[in-house]
Every structure is written in C-alpha cells, then in structure tokens.
C-alpha cells in the first residue's frame, strides 16, 4: 500500500474521527441534561455509550497514526467536517434516542465509505477495525429501537412461521 494510495483511507477516517467527537459530546449531552422516568436507566445508557465511543475515537486516531498520518485533532476542524450535526441539549428522553438512532445511520454510511475505501487499496486492518465497529453499532441500534417501541408491537414476523 502506497502512502498516496492510504490517504483515501485517511480522509475518510478523518470524517469518522470528527463525527464520533460530535456523536461523543451528544451522548454526554444526553447523559447530564435527561430528565424523568426512565431517568436512571437512559443516564447509564448514554453513559455506556459514551464511554464506548471515547474508546473507539482512540482507536480511529491510533489507525490513522499507524497509516502514518496525524489524526485530526482540532475540534473546529470536526465541526467542519463532520456528517453529525450538533444540537439542542434540552429534549424529551424520546427525541434523545431516536436522534441517537439518526446518528448511528450516519456513522454507519460513514464507516461504509471507510471500508469501501479501503478495500479499493487493500487495507485489511482498517476493514477489520470498521467492520467490527459496524457490527456493534448495528446492535446497540436495534437496543435502542425496541426502547422507543410499546411492549405490544411486534418485530416482523419470520417467514417460515407465518
Ligand atoms: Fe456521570
């Protein structure tokens, strides 16, 4: 892999650095400012969450360094080129969720870009670190999406059941 060929993978990482900071900040938003019933369970979730993504933004930047380029590293530049968005800090615990929800859609087209680039130069290291990373957000989505259903909706039914 050439250094030219790797900086496609890096500018993309890059994107995915700036929006994990956003996502990151959000969830912490979210950990102090909700309010009400479900109080002490979305406080520790938000909680988990965030703790995750600080551990994963260390990560991002290591495989960056380790492809041999500086990580960005000013919060301007995340604010430029981030693909989430801030927002207000005061919300129902229901607009929490589901704008969590929203910005696990876009880190996840943003980890797709990551690892289509990096299959185009061969950056196996980069495929495994992502793809983990998609497989883990998939599942804490899903969490997420039974909290803001009723008990008594259902999922789609399996087709050999129906
Ligand atoms: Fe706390």
């Known amino acids: ?89 005061l919300k129902t615990d229901m607009d929490m969720v589901q704008e969590t929800i929203n910005d696990h859609k876009l880190l996840l087209t943003q980890m797709s870009k990551v690892i289509e680039k990096a299959e185009s130069v061969g950056d196996e290291g980069t495929i495994d670190l992502i793809g983990a990373y998609i497989r883990e957000l998939e599942k804490s989505s899903w969490m997420l999406n039974a909290w803001t259903k009723k008990s008594s909706e259902s999922l789609k039914p399996n087709v050999l059941e129906v």
Do not use: C
């Not at 900071?21 to 406080?43: A, E, P, T, V």
């Not at 994963?56 to 968005?85: C, Q």
């Open 1 to 89: 892999m050439k250094d030219e060929e790797l900086l496609t993978v890096v500018v993309e990482l890059n994107i995915l650095l700036a929006d994990y900071h956003l996502y990151y900040q959000k969830l912490r938003s979210n950990h102090w400012n909700i309010l009400g019933k479900n109080f002490f369970d979305l406080h520790e979730k938000f909680e988990d969450l965030y703790s995750d993504a600080r551990i994963k933004i260390d990560e991002i930047a290591e495989r960056i360094l380790t492809l041999r380029y500086h990580p960005m590293s000013k919060f301007s530049d995340y604010l430029k080129v981030s693909t989430i968005a801030e927002a207000a800090p």
